[in-house]
């Protein structure tokens, strides 16, 4: 339901989609002002080798890095996917499309509260807040 509200895509059916509720009647600021990247890790398969459950990892996360893509190319471009989603790596891909698009900071280091890791590289997430969601910079 966050993502519907905060989408960019769904603001031409926010008040369908909200209008009778408290949140459609008194909306934030921010509503249907960023771009989603949703992740769904249920598919991930935690068994098998080390290297099946690595690329059962890459496969979910490329696939949800291509949506976003996909989904918002009108806003960031056509971008050809492959220059993005590099096979087998997939802090290189994350960071590929959040640090290229939009400038995100990197964070190096052993703490990871609050942050995706992948080898090494660290993605600063805020859960309690919307920073998770990113802003599109031309729209």
Same mark, same amino acid.
């Given at each position: 339901m *966050?993502?519907?509200?905060?989408?960019?895509k769904?603001?031409?059916? &926010? =008040? =369908?989609? &909200?209008?009778g *509720?408290h949140?459609g009647? #008194?909306?934030?600021?921010s509503?249907? +002002?960023h771009?989603? %990247? %949703?992740f769904d &890790?249920? $598919?991930? #398969?935690?068994?098998?080798? *080390?290297?099946?459950?690595?690329? +059962?990892?890459?496969?979910n996360?490329? !696939?949800?890095?291509? !949506?976003? /893509? %996909?989904?918002?190319?009108?806003?960031?471009?056509?971008?050809?996917l =492959?220059?993005?989603?590099i096979?087998?790596?997939? @802090? =290189? $891909?994350?960071?590929n499309?959040l640090?290229?698009?939009?400038g995100? $900071?990197?964070?190096?280091g #052993?703490?990871?509260?609050?942050r995706?890791? &992948?080898? @090494?590289?660290a993605?600063l /997430? +805020?859960?309690?807040s919307?920073? #998770?969601? %990113?802003?599109?910079t031309?729209v």
């Amino acid at each position: 339901m *966050l993502a519907v509200y905060y989408d960019v895509k769904t603001k031409d059916s &926010f =008040e =369908e989609l &909200f209008g009778g *509720l408290h949140i459609g009647k #008194t909306p934030t600021k921010s509503r249907n +002002s960023h771009l989603i %990247l %949703l992740f769904d &890790f249920s $598919s991930i #398969t935690p068994i098998g080798s *080390l290297d099946q459950i690595k690329q +059962s990892i890459f496969s979910n996360v490329s !696939r949800s890095l291509r !949506r976003f /893509l %996909l989904k918002y190319q009108d806003i960031l471009g056509d971008v050809l996917l =492959e220059e993005y989603i590099i096979p087998n790596c997939v @802090g =290189e $891909s994350l960071s590929n499309v959040l640090v290229s698009k939009f400038g995100a $900071s990197l964070y190096y280091g #052993t703490n990871h509260d609050n942050r995706i890791s &992948f080898n @090494g590289k660290a993605i600063l /997430l +805020s859960l309690a807040s919307m920073s #998770t969601m %990113l802003r599109p910079t031309h729209v």
